[in-house]
């Protein structure tokens, strides 16, 4: 007589890490704009160029846009929380 086994059911993470559920990484910051970026001195910005490379969470100066704070980073674009919402703008042209 055989007997029918379940399957070991995994939960997994967006990563495929099993272990990614339990993981004790820091949620990611939560930028407001009123709070968060026009609170911040303006010689803590550095002026937006679509050549210049930029790191998540760096303050930006947007000629149209103002202040705005990095909020994801691809290889050739930035996601930036300004004011008026968030853009996706160029970054690292040659």
């Not at 009123?34 to 010689?43: G, I, N, R």
């Not at 679509?50 to 691809?74: E, N, T, W």
Request: proline content about 5%; cysteine-free.
């Amino acid at each position: 007589m055989s007997m029918k086994r379940s399957k070991e059911v995994r939960r997994r993470g967006r990563d495929g890490d099993e272990n990614d559920f339990f993981s004790n990484k820091p949620a990611a910051k939560q930028w407001e704009w009123e709070k968060d970026v026009s609170t911040q001195p303006d010689d803590a910005f550095t002026k937006y160029s679509p050549q210049a490379r930029f790191a998540k969470d760096a303050f930006v100066m947007h000629p149209k846009f103002g202040k705005g704070v990095v909020l994801d980073v691809d290889a050739s674009r930035v996601e930036v929380l300004f004011q008026e919402g968030p853009k996706k703008l160029a970054h690292g042209l040659s």
